[in-house]
């Protein structure tokens, strides 16, 4: 009888243990907070990732670089990994809001094209990895618009009133101004602000919405004839609309360039560049590109689509488009003039 009872005691005690293991494991379950734009991932990659690596990932999705950085600075949640554009990825170095990476954990990272390395925003790619890249633009529709478009200046044609849609984004919008203008999107000059003010202002009743993702549905559906879009959305809504066409305008726009950081809200660094890695593998690279239609930086993943895709001049314009594009870069010793601005136009009637 003592020998069962012991055997029992030792069985209870083996339980107990492997429950008390059990459990450790699950409270030290690394979950890993991404913040991203919407519809900019496939989101089945996200589970291969959980899947490989027993890692569970909390997906956020946000609308502006702006509201990225307010949600961020604030502190309210630990993100690990975050999706900014060139300007704001600047302004965070500036601001002591992100980590290095450790690139010995990045080996992926080689496929990275050269042309996207060391660019002003991260002058010695210490903060960031490529993810997609890009031009703004119109996209219009050829039934409805029967002028040529080539200038930002269709966009204030009385003929087309409450069939534009602006982004509701103040460096977007302003940017669109200022080159109408033909001044940089970039400009610290109070005098060509408020001119590009008064423009939009005055180009204000001809607006059918400010909206940022929703221009996709308005677009496609024809519900609007021209609209401020980025590249990879207006190549996903040509092909759901043959109508649509997608023009860099020859005034100047917007290259950009959207990247992967670390923000020092991170609770797991290693386990973020383990998930930066795995969204450089090739075949995940690919599946994204592919999916939200942007254009990738990773030489393997271009390589894979489809040669009329990786073609497109939509989507991979040449050097010429590109040169009378600028990038962005932060502006925050004149930021409050921007919101003050945007905010005027905002509250115009």
């Given amino acids: ?72 600075k604030s502190g309210g949640v630990n993100y690990d990994v975050a999706f900014p554009s060139d300007y704001m990825i600047s302004k965070m170095i500036k601001e002591d809001m992100l980590y290095k990476i450790d690139f010995n954990n990045i080996p992926n990272y080689k496929y990275i094209d050269e042309r996207f390395k060391n660019l002003e925003y991260d002058p010695n790619s210490e903060y960031s990895v490529p993810y997609m890249w890009g031009t703004v633009g119109i996209l219009y529709n050829k039934k409805m618009v029967k002028d040529k478009v080539d200038s930002w200046n269709i966009l204030w044609d009385e003929k087309y009133k409450k069939q534009i849609i602006m982004q509701d984004s103040q460096r977007e919008t302003i940017g669109v101004a200022l080159q109408k203008l033909g001044y940089s999107v970039n400009t610290k000059n109070i005098k060509e602000l408020e001119e590009a003010k008064r423009e939009l202002i005055k180009q204000k009743p001809l607006v059918l919405a400010y909206v940022v993702d929703e221009v996709k549905d308005k677009m496609v559906s024809g519900e609007a004839a021209l609209a401020v879009v980025w590249a990879g959305d207006a190549v996903a809504m040509k092909e759901e609309n043959p109508d649509l066409e997608f023009v860099v305008p020859k005034e100047g726009s917007n290259f950009f360039v959207d990247a992967m950081v670390i923000p020092k809200t991170s609770k797991h660094k290693k386990e973020a560049e383990m998930f930066i890695n795995f969204m450089c593998e090739p075949e995940i690279a690919f599946k994204n590109t592919d999916y939200i239609k942007y254009s990738t930086p990773h030489t393997e993943a271009r390589k894979m689509l489809d040669p009329k895709v990786a073609n497109d001049p939509v989507a991979y314009p040449s050097d010429e488009v590109l040169k009378r594009c600028e990038v962005y870069k932060d502006l925050s010793d004149i930021a409050k003039e921007y919101d003050r601005i945007w905010t005027e136009i905002k509250a115009a009637k």
């Fill in 1 to 72: 009888m003592r020998g069962i009872m012991r055997k029992v005691f030792a069985i209870s005690m083996i339980v107990l243990i492997l429950a008390s293991i059990t459990g450790c494991q699950k409270e030290n379950k690394v979950t890993l907070n991404v913040y991203n734009w919407g519809d900019y991932i496939d989101e089945s990659v996200i589970k291969e990732f959980e899947k490989k690596y027993g890692i569970k990932v909390n997906y956020e999705m946000f609308d502006t670089n702006e509201a990225m950085y307010a949600k961020i």
